[in-house]
């Protein structure tokens, strides 16, 4: 296939509720998703039940496009230790089915078929340490303006209109490195399950 197009963030869109319903009473947690203090965000025992999802909105008055947004607590696990023994923001993950509902992984040489059948992606919005919990962007818009490392680029191939699936590819060493062993591509066949589209990108 063809060589990672970079996309800007602002065009990128993963479908709302693949992980389940927005927990009830759940709300933005204490010094954000994307905590450094280990409150809640990268920590060994998990500080919200794996699952949770919460909902925010973005109103376009910020730098992220107005929209909807997720974000899912759930366990990394399975870095691609060839080359990183850590990820950093905006890593695609897919569930693991070797392990728990709630676990995902950015390697492809675990048992991720499930992810693909289910359209379940999840994309890090830090570093994570493999077996640590924390928060994951798992649909809607980009949720840039609650989390400022996801604003920029991500590596996927398609283009405005275009419908995309999850993909295991085999990028060159220079962008494995950066995006781990997952991105998507777009749909090219009826049994491909869809994650997500890519508008036009915002001024």
């Known amino acids: 296939m063809a060589e990672a197009t970079v996309l800007d963030d602002k065009a990128l869109f993963l479908y709302l509720g693949r992980w389940g319903s927005p927990t009830p009473n759940a709300a933005v947690p204490k010094n954000g998703f994307a905590e450094t203090g280990g409150l809640h965000h990268n920590v060994a025992a998990a500080a919200y ?38 990820v950093v923001a905006k890593n695609m993950c897919l569930h693991d089915v070797l392990l728990d509902p709630y676990s995902v992984t950015t390697d492809k040489e675990g048992d991720v078929a499930d992810a693909v059948v289910s359209g379940q992606v999840a994309y890090t919005i830090s570093a994570m340490t493999s077996q640590y919990y924390g928060w994951f962007w798992t649909g809607g818009v980009v949720p840039v303006d609650y989390v400022a490392a996801l604003n920029g680029s991500f590596a996927g191939v398609g283009t405005a209109g275009d419908v995309i699936i999850p993909i295991a590819t085999a990028w060159d060493a220079t962008t494995l490195a950066l995006y781990n062993d997952f991105s998507f591509t777009t749909i090219t066949a009826v049994t491909d399950v869809a994650i997500g589209w890519v508008g036009a990108t915002a001024a």
């Open 49 to 86: 039940r794996p699952g949770t999802v919460v909902s925010v909105y973005q109103d376009g008055s910020g730098t992220g496009r107005r929209g909807w947004s997720e974000f899912t607590y759930l366990q990394f696990n399975d870095s691609e230790t060839t080359l990183t023994t850590t």
